[in-house]
Structure formats: structure tokens, C-alpha cells
């Protein structure tokens, strides 16, 4: 904003529109606003006797002259008592009504993918003689690896070593040892508040001692350890896992000492002679490489497999034999007489009669009446047929020769 009619050192009221001094007051206002002139008093007369504020409002303006303080101080209050615009207040339209939906676009067609990078060979070597490839060998398999660890705890098991029998979390008193550095013995107490009170201390610094993590200061004083020694572990459940993991087939009932455990094991498919000890058997299993654990098991599960079948079999007979023998002897009494004119089916249908004749004593329902009077007839004719088999034959030539 340039003046050019201006004369003296101020711009005056008369040498300014109204344009301009609605500026000169906008202007001033939001200068008085800001932080730079946040310390200049409220009072807009006051505020237009500052120097620095009239020379920012020529800055901002670009005017020649500066504003005279009247003049500035009127426009700011003109302005300031201009009534402020509000905006018309927001209607909220009324929600929109949503319809259906729209269905889902087809899917996009697949296109061929591409094969996954095949997976890095196991690192080789490089034969410097040869000039050929050395694969390595693979890493054991987790089956074998586990095999292993049941034959672990199974020769601990053999060897009566003992396993804690204890958690941490057992709210129960624990029994531990405790003794000064230097003394020839352990003293045994049944709870670790009982050896707190013993030496002095409290009871998390002998549970610290017993955990091995007591302070340098605590340790070279007092050494103290848990008294529970654990129990012995179990030769059925360790050898009964190893057992079946070499295909064998047992009742766990049977394998609970290293003598049963041996009868067992002396029917595995060995390729050499067979194992002469427990012992010596779980040192064998130990010696396996992965390929021999595997034809092992194989041959062994079949071998047993056969031998269970065989032995189905064998009891299948000789209960068929034994109900035979029961049968031809369904007679036999205290003095050991058979009758071999006893008739079975003939004693089986009298006993229905007398069931059926017990039932309509009873006022039992129809229903029941009805299956008991059908199962004596349908055992009177397969009786008839059986008598008259000889004479006429099977039921359908009976029936055409009438």
C-alpha cells in the first residue's frame, strides 16, 4: 500500500480510505494478538504509544510513513467493535438409507505361479584328489534321538539312581543340610526355617544356600543343600518304552524286573545271536545306527505280530474244544454219568415254554409275550425239520413233491 499524498512525518486520518484504515485496524489487532507484542497493555491507547508496535504495523503494511497514533488506535477499536461474521449453523441431514450391498466382483483368474525355489542342497565338500562332490552326512532323526534318551533312562533305571521326587512348588517343609565352611559334617533339619533358626539366619538365605544363589558373603559362611535324596525310578514304566519303541509286544505287567525285560527282548529279530543280559541287550540298542534300528523294529513287529495271531488262535481253539467237551457232557453229574440221548434243543424250547407261561402269569407286556411264543415256534419247526430231514429232504422238495 503506497501513499503519495501524505505531507509531514505521519500518515494522517485524512490522507487514508476507509479501505485502508480497515486494514490499518485488521492489521493492528492480530499484531496485538501475537506473542512478540503479548507484553503491550490491554488498553489499545496505551498499546498505540509504543513505538515498536506502530513501526510493525508500517512493516506490515509497507506504508512510507508511519500511521499516527490516533489514527491507529481509532482503526484498531473500529474494527475490534465490527460485528464478527458467524457461521450458519450445520444442519445434520437425515442418515441415508442403505441398500443391498453389491455382490463381489469375480474373482480374478490364477495365473500359473511359479515353482518354489527348490531347497539348498546339505553343504559339501570339495575333494581335492577325486574332483567330486562330499555330501555331508544328515543330522539324526528326532525318532532315534529319542530312542536313545529312553535307553538312557532305562540303564539309570537298571542301576537303582534315584530322581527328585519334589518340585519347588511343594508348600510342604523341605528337609535340607546345613553346616559352617570348615565343619567336618552336615546337620540335618526337617525344615529350612528349623536350620534358620539353628545359625541365625533367615529362611530365604537358606533356601539361596540351597539354591546356589546366596551372596558371595552368605557362601563363605554357610553351605547348605536340599536332604531330598528322591526316589528310585521305575523299571516297568523305562523299560516298557524301550521295549516298544523295538517293536516288541508285552503287558507292561510283565517287564517290571530286568529278568522279564530279557525274556522279552531275547525274541527280537538280533542278527547276531541274542543279547546274553539286560544289560548287555540295552547296550545293543544303544550301538543302532539308524538304518539297523529301522530293520529291527520292522522285522521284529512282524515277528510278534505272528506270534500274537498264533496265540488268538491256539486260545480260539482250545475254547471251542473245552465248549465242545461242555456240551457232550451238558449232563454230567456228581457221579460223572452221561446221558447221550439228551436233547438240547428239546431242553432249550421247554425252557422257553416255561419262560412263556411265566410271562402271561405275570401280565407281561404283549410285546414280550408275542418274541417268547414266536421263538418256540420257529425252535418246534426247525425241530420238525431236523427229524424229517431224511425222509423229505430240504423244505422246497418237500413243499414240490405235495
Known amino acids: 500500500m503506497a501513499q503519495s499524498r501524505g505531507k509531514g512525518n505521519v500518515l494522517t486520518d485524512k490522507e487514508m480510505t476507509e479501505e485502508e484504515k480497515h486494514a490499518l485496524g485488521k492489521t ?8 512478540t507484542h503479548a507484553h503491550l497493555p490491554r ?14 504495523v508500517q512493516t506490515e503494511l509497507r506504508l512510507k510513513k508511519p ?12 474494527y475490534r467493535a465490527q460485528p464478527k461474521e458467524k457461521k450458519p449453523p450445520r444442519r445434520r441431514q437425515p442418515p441415508k438409507r442403505r441398500g443391498r450391498s453389491p455382490s463381489p466382483p469375480p474373482p480374478a483368474k490364477l495365473s500359473k505361479l511359479a515353482p518354489a525355489p527348490a531347497k539348498p542342497a546339505p553343504l559339501a565338500d570339495q575333494n581335492a584328489h ?3 562332490l562330499v555330501v555331508a552326512p544328515a543330522a539324526a532323526p528326532s525318532q532315534l534321538a529319542q530312542f536313545h534318551a529312553a535307553i538312557e533312562r532305562a540303564d539309570k533305571a537298571r542301576k537303582g539312581e534315584k530322581t527328585v521326587s519334589r518340585v519347588k512348588s511343594d508348600p ?3 528337609a535340607c543340610k546345613m553346616c559352617r565352611v570348615g565343619d567336618a559334617e552336615y546337620r540335618t533339619f526337617a525344615s529350612q526355617k528349623d536350620a534358620a533358626a539353628a545359625f541365625g539366619l533367615t529362611r530365604q538365605d537358606v533356601s539361596r544356600l540351597c539354591d546356589n544363589t546366596a551372596t558371595t558373603t552368605l557362601s563363605a559362611q554357610f553351605e547348605a543343600r536340599d536332604a531330598d535324596e528322591g526316589v528310585s525310578m521305575s523299571k516297568r514304566q523305562h523299560y516298557a518304552s524301550v521295549l516298544r519303541a523295538g517293536g516288541f509286544r508285552f503287558n507292561n505287567s510283565d517287564v517290571g524286573s530286568d529278568a522279564g525285560a530279557f525274556s522279552v527282548v531275547q525274541r527280537g529279530a538280533w542278527v547276531r545271536s541274542p543279547p546274553r543280559s539286560w544289560e548287555a541287550a540295552l547296550k545293543r540298542f544303544g ?15 512282524e515277528a510278534e505280530a505272528a506270534r500274537v495271531d498264533q496265540m488268538e488262535l ?5 475254547g471251542a474244544a473245552s465248549l465242545a467237551v461242555k456240551r457232550r457232557a451238558g449232563t454230567t453229574g456228581h457221579d460223572g454219568y452221561v446221558d447221550e440221548d439228551y436233547d438240547f434243543e428239546r431242553a432249550e424250547r421247554e425252557d422257553r415254554e416255561a419262560e ?4 402271561r402269569k405275570t401280565d407281561a407286556p404283549d410285546w414280550k409275550v408275542r418274541v417268547a411264543e414266536d421263538e418256540i415256534k420257529a425252535r418246534r419247526r426247525r425241530a420238525w425239520w431236523r427229524e424229517h430231514k431224511q425222509r423229505v429232504g430240504s423244505p422246497n422238495g418237500y413243499f414240490a413233491s405235495l
Not at 491507529?72 to 473500529?78: H, V
Not at 491256539?314 to 482250545?318: D, G, I, M, W, Y
Open 314 to 318: 491256539a486260545f480260539l481253539r482250545s
Open 287 to 301: 550301538e543302532f545306527s539308524e538304518e539297523d534300528w529301522r530293520k529291527f523294529v520292522a522285522a521284529t513287529g
Open 172 to 174: 510342604r517343609p523341605k
Open 28 to 35: 493492528g489487532a492480530g499484531l496485538l494478538e501475537t506473542p
Open 67 to 78: 500511521p499516527a497514533r490516533g489514527l491507529l488506535e481509532t482503526a484498531i477499536k473500529r
Open 43 to 56: 488498553n489499545v491507547q496505551k498499546a498505540c504509544q509504543d513505538d515498536a508496535f506502530v513501526r510493525a
Open 356 to 359: 412263556l407261561d411265566r410271562l
Open 130 to 132: 577325486a574332483g567330486a
